[in-house]
């Protein structure tokens, strides 16, 4: 497959975040290369601090374009054809219409003032203001079948839904246009153990179906593993990992990978 057609492909790619007052410019991601085959899933994992969750919001190109906001200072990361070290306000724009970002901590950030049917919904009225309100409509109860959640939750506010039902929402926003691409960070996290297993296999399920590539982020080695990913360890920003689970953990080529091993052999 030529570097065209990969969804993702992000080369030598080096970000920080620019100085503010006295602190220092701060290095996120240090000369990272990685790639997402049409289809496939990559699982990033890594400590806190590593850099994951600033590759996720790249690649979703929802990078703030604040005097905060992360830079990219080296290489590129191209997603779906668009190299994002010199993407526009309108490119990008255009471009997270075909890429779903289900952000850390989703579930518990939906808009506490908008019912399940209005949060649903809300990408396809971000794109057009004038969309008929009853194809949205219609959308919404296909998306709720799709993530599991029954039709009489459309008038509901997030207050009245448990963590789980809150997180399938998220999922089904973050579904709503068909996008090519879903990166999704920390999908799994804050969730009960009892119903983790149940949204990892529905993400799962909803990436068969749909037949985009998927960047799931992580801290949590048995999801990405359940999610069937290939995986790029982080650690300090740096890429010190890269492949088929197994393969990493059982011949790791870092100090940091050769810890995680050997913790997951313990268990």
Known sequence: MSTDERPIVVSDLSVEYPARGPSAACVALRGVSLTVEQGG????????????????????????????????????ATVLGHGLRKLGKRARTRLTFDVGYLEQDAGSRLEPSWTVAETIASPIFERDKHFDRRQAELRTAGMLDAVQLPLRVMGQYPYELSGGQRQRVAIARALMLGPRVLIADEPTAGIDVTVRDSVVDLLSRLHVQGGFAAVMVSHDVSVLRQSGARIAVLHRGALVGYGEIDAVFGNPTHPYVADLARALGGH
């Open 41 to 76: 899933v990559l699982g990033v994992l890594g400590e806190s601090g590593s850099g994951k969750s600033t590759l996720a919001r790249l690649l979703a190109a929802r990078a703030s374009t604040s005097e905060q906001a992360p830079r990219i200072t080296g290489g590129e």
